[in-house]
Structures are given as C-alpha cells and as structure tokens.
C-alpha cells in the first residue's frame, strides 16, 4: 500500500507480508560474474516503525551461488554486504550509531567496485557514518546470479520484513559522490541528478 511520503507517495510496509519484488536483471547485478564488480549506490528516504532486524533491499536466494548483495537493519545497525558465491565470503560495512524509530531519513548506500571492504559506505542525512567495515571468508567479486530484487524483506525465504516506509528509491551504477549525494538530499529526492 502507499501513504504519503516525501514526495507524493510512499510505499507502506507492514512488517508481516508486503514487499516488492522486481524480476533478475543484469543491469541489477554489478558484475562481470568472474570475479570483476561495477560500483553502484541505493538511496532512499526510510523510515523505520520499530528496531527488528528488517531487510531493506536484497538479492539473494536460497540456491548456492545466487547471493549477490543486502541492505538491511539488523542489530540495530544500517549494514550492507557483498557477497562472493555464497554467504561465507563477503565484505560488509556495519554503521555504529543507531536510527531513532518513526523518524524519516535520507540513506545512501555507496559501493565503489574495488572488492574491498573499505570501498562500503553508508550515509544518512547526506552525513557519511562511521562504519565497520570488515571481509569474512575469501572475497572473489560478486556472482551475477538469478535472484530478483526484494525490497521490504528477505529475498531467500519469508522472513525479515520491513515495518516502515521507503520513498523515491533509486538504484544507481555508480558510487555516488558526497556532492552528489547532497544535491538528492538537499533537493528533497532521490531520483534526478
């Protein structure tokens, strides 16, 4: 469903069955599959209803080897991982600070290609977040698997869902610079550069 949002409206998660699902496509999956990724960004305006662990956005399945990225709440904190091949090989960038509930924010998730942790970034507020940022397992670029994009909860089983709101999200193929990240938040969405 949709309610208002920052401009027109917003899509309404209910943190039990809503979500959006868009079908697999390579120009989703920033990689070659062998071994080289492409940098990209999301952002969008969210807000959060409460503090469990919600999948924003992912693509992910069940089947070994389709696990390509996430961004999700979980522990409190924004996180966004990469995946290699499976969930035992991945870099992640966890924010330290909590997001208060029930209160909109501008998020931007940057990751610059470079197959290295340090190469994750998060933003709120146009404000770039202290993170962690750490590798797990043996990093070897991004599969370019099957697995569509779910937004609003966890795209390999049914569990995860959002409570909140999500507004003018966008998907980019590039890591979005601070100047172009304060242009979107200043100019109010996250569509038009």
Known sequence: SYVSGKIGNAASFNGSSSNISIADNNNLSFTNGSGVDSPFSFSMWLK????????????????????????????????????????????????????????????TATYDGSETASGLKIYVNGVLQTTTNSMVGTYAGMPNGTAPVVIGKAGWFSSFYLNGTIDETAIYNTALSQTEIDLLYNSGNGITL
């Not at 990225?69 to 966004?80: A, D, T, V």
């Not at 991945?90 to 501008?106: G, R």
């Open 48 to 107: 959060l209803n409460n503090q469990s662990d919600q999948w924003i956005i992912n693509k992910r399945l069940v089947t070994s080897g389709t696990d390509e990225y996430q961004f999700m709440y979980y522990q409190g904190k924004l996180s966004l991982f990469i995946f290699s091949s499976n969930n035992a090989n991945y870099i992640s960038c966890i924010m330290i600070t909590a997001l208060s509930s029930s209160t909109q924010y501008y998020i």
